[in-house]
């Protein structure tokens, strides 16, 4: 065997099945578009589903190397040598063509033959029999190619793949390649390849999809045999480079190379290793995804760059570095890749930007989230409560998994039940989908989509048309003859705008024999080609065939189309003030505003954003010509059009020109981007861009909300109306509102503070009797109890404080009865008593909770007389 590096063993394995007929298709998006219920692309499969359900059929066959990532054992990563989060997949597939005699014979042909692999390092496995029959063909062609010795039957474990419960499954065949018994375990003597020990590794999944599963457990054959097999890249460059770990490889030792350097470490401790592996290894995961337009926050795909970032960027800072790092790596990243996946390079400053940002974001929280987490387990040796780690998530943006991590090493028990149930707890509005019925929604929908042609949408053109009815369908997405109250429907051919780029879908009616007989509150394009209408039924009579006059409302369709084309205008204002650095994040356009994210590397000043606005009106009063072409997709790079990361654009593509003469020269445009959203036909049309909100979305993301168009001559009558009645209110005229409000709040804070300042007097000077008692403490300690009315928790603080200097070597507990609830603190001193400890005791034995430091805690529970508040105190013996 020859060593081979991985670009030489990509170029291979496709170059290989490009021989025997296979076309060769490029690596799908890590977002998958069309699928909704996966996160990201986790195999070579996902981008062929509809292929393999018999939906589509112009494919028989294909290679890919595809681009693939997996979190679900993100916290295995570093530690093993065998988990990873991104990688690439190759694989070739059969959709009811070659079955499991070409895939076996052309796998095991690759491996001996092309790559020269030693066969006396190979063995295989069949099923074994279980929920399906023994895969007896497979036995049989593999004991053509070896001896039976190296084959092994598993069960439904390791050898049989399935789609879910019910649908279409079939037994696996898998190659191993054996890295010798020095990389073994005891176990492996008798080569046992189910041996996790990393002596035999899967280099090679052979999937035979060939039955289709009841609920009853009965398998009937499929009228479609298809092949999915799918070898990790990584794993054979492990071979062919004999690498004992996929972080010996060239796809990851120029990016360890590069750690060593910028963390000056040598890597030859456990520690290091680790943390080069894992920074290595989530820097590729990271790059890929920002590169495809996700950017960190705190839910779905954003969440769990996040997540990468930051675990990586605390593995630099155990390593000795106190500053953002990661992007000093992309280069080291975009070098390995340069030749194969052209997007990162082109990606390179908003990688960087995008990794810096969450980098000095992430440095200057987690240094107070630790300093916070070793005060919790100082009072907390054994177990953390899944409150206290989500409020370090939700206060200090420290991450849940490192909360783990660090106990883990401590040995200390995390409640992670109670900190998924205080998540749940924090987001009551939260949208969680319901995964079944959304799998079961969408294999409805790709059959819908294979049985019918795509919709002609006829929208850019006219806002009216027929269009025949192909479909029905009640809320659940079933089939059905006649709709009842609300449901879906879909047209050969339609007028109305479905969701999607960031546009909401057209309203209006479809009319029968010329009477209104469905309203139209919605469309969306669930999948690429069919758009659902979502329908209120005026009167029940429309049947499928039917063919009905689809309306859009024209003047909701005009204020949508006034903030599309706003947005465009303020993405090419910013660009233009703040530089070219500047990245759409992410948008959404409805009939009555318009939001827009951007990613800068800090936060515009006042007069930066005073002058994006300037241009932004300067291009509305211009009344530049808003024009269409559509252009071959490649005209976007020379004609420096601006795209939006991520996005799937058709070829050819719809480019939207603001100014004149400017497709090509970009000094005489406004604006040139790829969009196939609506637009009013010039500028003018806008009228005017109102701001309703500017603010800080996260870590280098900023949002603007606007209004544009109707929408934005509607606020300003109603921002007028409000000031001309606020005006009266106050009895000044609208001019000098902003002063009067002004000269107004400075006087209500100058009265609080003078509140204030009397309260904490009156409390200060509170000795009543019957509100204030003296107990003692274990270890002849005395503690002052004390109790106030209606009182602040952070007067109770000020308070304690006061009270402590007057009572010098004395607790102080101070309770106060305010909104139902009953609060308390815990003053201690040094060499006294711990607070945080006082405080739980007395929380718990009121049925509530409280915690803090040695010297201070505070706590709260249901509202309890002070009597019997004095009490509970007394009857603990603390």
């Given at each position: 065997?020859?060593?081979?590096q991985?670009?030489?063993?990509?170029?291979?394995?496709?170059?290989?099945?490009?021989?025997?007929?296979?076309?060769?298709?490029?690596?799908?998006?890590?977002?998958?578009?069309?699928?909704?219920?996966?996160?990201?692309?986790?195999?070579?499969?996902?981008?062929?589903?509809?292929?393999f359900?018999?939906?589509?059929?112009?494919l028989?066959?294909?290679?890919?190397?595809?681009?693939?990532?997996?979190?679900?054992?993100?916290?295995?990563?570093?530690?093993?040598?065998?988990?990873l989060?991104?990688?690439?997949?190759?694989?070739?597939?059969?959709?009811?063509?070659?079955?499991?005699?070409e895939?076996?014979?052309?796998?095991?042909d690759?491996?001996?033959?092309?790559?020269?692999?030693?066969k006396?390092?190979?063995?295989?496995?069949?099923?074994?029999?279980?929920?399906?029959?023994?895969?007896?063909?497979?036995?049989?062609i593999?004991?053509?190619?070896v001896?039976?010795?190296?084959?092994?039957?598993?069960g439904?474990?390791?050898?049989?793949?399935?789609?879910?419960p019910?649908?279409?499954?079939?037994?696996?065949?898998?190659?191993?390649?054996?890295?010798?018994?020095?990389?073994?375990?005891?176990?492996?003597?008798?080569?046992?390849?189910?041996?996790?020990?990393?002596?035999?590794?899967?280099?090679?999944n052979?999937?035979?999809?060939?039955?289709?599963?009841f609920?009853?457990?009965?398998?009937e054959?499929?009228?479609?045999?298809?092949?999915?097999?799918g070898?990790?890249?990584?794993r054979?460059?492990?071979?062919?480079?004999?690498a004992d770990?996929?972080?010996?490889?060239?796809?990851f030792?120029?990016?360890?190379?590069?750690?060593?350097?910028?963390?000056?470490?040598?890597?030859?401790?456990?520690?290091?290793?680790?943390?080069?592996?894992?920074?290595?290894d989530?820097?590729?995961?990271?790059?890929?995804?920002?590169?495809?337009?996700?950017?960190?926050?705190?839910?779905?795909?954003?969440?769990?760059?996040?997540?990468?970032?930051?675990?990586?960027?605390?593995y630099?800072?155990l390593?000795?570095?106190?500053?953002?790092f990661?992007?000093?790596?992309?280069?080291a990243?975009?070098?390995?890749?340069?030749?194969?996946?052209?997007?990162?390079q082109?990606?390179?400053?908003?990688?960087?930007?995008?990794?810096?940002?969450?980098?000095?974001?992430?440095?200057?929280?987690?240094n107070?989230?630790?300093?916070?987490?070793?005060?919790?387990?100082?009072?907390?040796?054994r177990k953390v409560?899944?409150?206290?780690?989500?409020?370090?998530?939700?206060?200090?943006g420290?991450?849940?998994?490192?909360?783990?991590?660090?106990?883990?090493?401590?040995?200390?028990?995390?409640?992670?039940?109670?900190?998924?149930?205080?998540?749940?707890?924090?987001?009551?509005?939260?949208?969680?989908?319901?995964?079944e019925?959304e799998?079961?929604?969408?294999?409805?929908?790709?059959?819908?989509?294979?049985?019918?042609?795509p919709?002609?949408?006829?929208?850019?053109?006219?806002?009216?048309?027929?269009?025949?009815?192909?479909?029905?369908?009640?809320?659940?997405?079933?089939?059905?003859?006649?709709?009842?109250?609300?449901?879906?429907?879909?047209?050969?051919?339609t007028?109305?705008y479905?969701?999607?780029?960031?546009q909401?879908?057209?309203?209006?009616?479809?009319?029968?024999?010329?009477?209104?007989?469905?309203?139209?509150?919605?469309?969306q394009?669930?999948?690429?080609?069919?758009?659902?209408?979502?329908?209120?039924?005026?009167k029940n009579?429309?049947?499928?065939?039917?063919?009905?006059?689809?309306?859009?409302?024209?003047?909701?369709?005009?204020?949508?189309?006034?903030?599309?084309?706003?947005?465009?205008?303020?993405?090419?204002?910013?660009?233009?003030?703040?530089?070219?650095?500047?990245?759409?994040?992410?948008?959404?356009?409805?009939?009555?505003?318009?939001?827009?994210?951007?990613?800068?590397?800090?936060?515009?000043?006042?007069?930066?954003?005073?002058?994006?606005?300037?241009?932004?009106?300067?291009i509305?009063?211009?009344?530049?010509?808003?024009?269409?072409?559509?252009?071959?997709?490649?005209?976007?790079k020379?004609?420096?059009?601006?795209?939006l990361?991520?996005?799937?654009?058709?070829?050819?593509?719809?480019?939207?020109l603001?100014?004149?003469?400017g497709?090509?020269?970009p000094?005489?445009?406004?604006?040139?981007?790829?969009c196939?959203g609506?637009?009013?036909r010039?500028?003018?049309?806008?009228m005017?861009?109102?701001?309703?909100?500017d603010?800080?979305?996260s870590?280098?993301?900023?949002?603007?909300?606007?209004?544009?168009?109707?929408?934005?001559?509607?606020?300003?009558?109603?921002?007028?109306?409000?000031?001309?009645?606020?005006?009266?209110?106050?009895?000044?005229?609208?001019?000098?509102?902003?002063?009067?409000?002004?000269?107004?709040?400075?006087?209500?804070?100058?009265?609080?503070?003078?509140?204030?300042?009397?309260r904490?007097?009156?409390?200060?000077?509170c000795?009543?009797?019957?509100?204030?008692?003296?107990?003692?403490?274990?270890?002849?300690?005395?503690?002052?109890?004390?109790?106030?009315?209606?009182?602040?928790i952070?007067?109770?603080?000020?308070?304690a404080?006061?009270?402590?200097?007057?009572?010098?070597?004395?607790?102080?507990?101070i309770?106060?009865?305010?909104?139902?609830?009953?609060?308390?603190?815990?003053?201690?001193?040094?060499?006294?008593?711990?607070?945080?400890k006082?405080?739980?005791?007395?929380?718990?034995?009121?049925?509530?909770?409280?915690?803090?430091?040695?010297?201070?805690?505070?706590?709260?529970?249901?509202?309890?007389?002070?009597?019997?508040?004095?009490?509970?105190?007394?009857?603990?013996?603390?």
């Amino acid at each position: 065997m020859r060593i081979m590096q991985s670009q030489k063993v990509r170029e291979s394995f496709l170059a290989y099945f490009k021989q025997k007929g296979l076309p060769v298709l490029p690596s799908a998006p890590l977002i998958p578009h069309g699928d909704p219920t996966l996160l990201f692309t986790s195999a070579g499969m996902v981008q062929f589903k509809a292929n393999f359900l018999g939906l589509k059929k112009n494919l028989k066959g294909a290679a890919t190397s595809q681009k693939c990532l997996r979190t679900t054992d993100i916290d295995n990563v570093g530690f093993t040598k065998r988990h990873l989060t991104f990688f690439e997949m190759l694989g070739n597939f059969s959709f009811g063509d070659y079955f499991k005699k070409e895939a076996i014979n052309w796998a095991w042909d690759y491996l001996t033959n092309t790559l020269e692999i030693d066969k006396n390092r190979l063995y295989v496995s069949i099923y074994k029999g279980g929920i399906a029959p023994r895969d007896e063909e497979a036995f049989q062609i593999w004991a053509g190619l070896v001896d039976k010795t190296r084959i092994f039957e598993l069960g439904e474990k390791d050898n049989f793949w399935t789609m879910g419960p019910t649908g279409p499954c079939g037994p696996c065949s898998e190659i191993y390649y054996d890295f010798g018994p020095d990389k073994g375990c005891p176990l492996c003597k008798d080569k046992t390849i189910a041996c996790d020990c990393g002596r035999y590794v899967e280099i090679w999944n052979l999937v035979f999809t060939q039955f289709n599963r009841f609920d009853d457990g009965k398998l009937e054959l499929l009228p479609q045999k298809n092949i999915d097999t799918g070898m990790g890249l990584e794993r054979l460059c492990m071979v062919m480079q004999n690498a004992d770990n996929p972080y010996d490889t060239d796809l990851f030792s120029p990016i360890i190379e590069n750690a060593k350097k910028i963390l000056d470490i040598k890597g030859k401790t456990p520690l290091e290793t680790t943390a080069l592996r894992i920074i290595a290894d989530h820097i590729r995961a990271a790059a890929f995804l920002i590169s495809e337009g996700v950017l960190p926050s705190n839910e779905g795909r954003g969440y769990i760059l996040r997540r990468l970032i930051r675990r990586a960027a605390r593995y630099g800072k155990l390593s000795g570095r106190e500053t953002p790092f990661l992007y000093e790596l992309v280069p080291a990243v975009i070098a390995v890749y340069k030749n194969i996946y052209p997007e990162l390079q082109a990606n390179v400053l908003h990688i960087n930007n995008a990794l810096k940002t969450e980098g000095e974001a992430f440095f200057r929280t987690l240094n107070d989230g630790e300093e916070k987490l070793r005060e919790i387990i100082k009072h907390n040796p054994r177990k953390v409560s899944g409150a206290e780690a989500f409020n370090l998530y939700e206060t200090y943006g420290f991450p849940f998994e490192l909360t783990k991590e660090i106990l883990s090493a401590k040995n200390i028990e995390t409640d992670e039940a109670g900190f998924y149930a205080a998540q749940e707890e924090a987001k009551k509005s939260s949208k969680a989908n319901d995964d079944e019925s959304e799998k079961e929604k969408v294999v409805i929908l790709q059959e819908l989509e294979g049985k019918n042609s795509p919709t002609v949408f006829t929208g850019y053109e006219t806002l009216s048309d027929e269009g025949q009815v192909i479909a029905l369908l009640d809320k659940k997405y079933k089939t059905v003859e006649v709709l009842s109250g609300e449901g879906f429907l879909i047209l050969d051919k339609t007028p109305f705008y479905a969701e999607s780029g960031g546009q909401a879908g057209d309203v209006g009616i479809m009319e029968k024999d010329g009477q209104p007989v469905l309203r139209v509150l919605d469309v969306q394009k669930p999948l690429e080609k069919l758009f659902l209408h979502k329908v209120s039924v005026i009167k029940n009579n429309v049947k499928t065939g039917d063919k009905l006059a689809a309306k859009v409302d024209a003047r909701t369709r005009l204020r949508t189309s006034s903030n599309h084309t706003a947005v465009h205008v303020l993405n090419a204002a910013l660009k233009k003030i703040l530089g070219e650095t500047v990245r759409q994040a992410g948008s959404f356009v409805s009939p009555q505003k318009l939001r827009f994210d951007y990613t800068v590397p800090s936060a515009p000043t006042r007069e930066q954003m005073a002058e994006v606005w300037s241009v932004a009106s300067d291009i509305v009063a211009a009344n530049l010509k808003v024009e269409t072409q559509i252009r071959p997709l490649a005209d976007a790079k020379e004609l420096k059009a601006t795209i939006l990361l991520g996005e799937k654009y058709a070829d050819p593509a719809r480019f939207i020109l603001i100014g004149k003469e400017g497709f090509k020269d970009p000094l005489n445009r406004a604006s040139l981007e790829l969009c196939g959203g609506t637009h009013v036909r010039s500028t003018g049309e806008i009228m005017a861009i109102c701001l309703l909100k500017d603010s800080a979305l996260s870590a280098g993301v900023r949002r603007i909300e606007a209004a544009a168009g109707l929408s934005a001559i509607d606020y300003l009558k109603e921002a007028a109306d409000k000031a001309v009645f606020a005006g009266k209110l106050l009895n000044v005229s609208v001019e000098e509102l902003d002063h009067k409000i002004a000269s107004m709040l400075k006087a209500e804070k100058d009265l609080r503070r003078e509140i204030a300042d009397l309260r904490r007097k009156l409390l200060s000077g509170c000795s009543a009797e019957g509100a204030r008692e003296e107990i003692k403490l274990k270890d002849n300690f005395t503690a002052v109890v004390f109790n106030t009315e209606n009182t602040e928790i952070k007067e109770l603080r000020a308070l304690a404080d006061n009270m402590a200097a007057k009572n010098a070597g004395k607790v102080i507990i101070i309770s106060t009865d305010k909104d139902g609830k009953k609060s308390f603190v815990v003053k201690s001193f040094a060499g006294g008593p711990a607070a945080g400890k006082l405080c739980k005791e007395i929380a718990a034995a009121i049925g509530g909770s409280g915690g803090g430091g040695a010297e201070f805690a505070q706590g709260g529970g249901a509202a309890i007389a002070w009597t019997d508040f004095m009490q509970k105190v007394k009857n603990l013996q603390v």
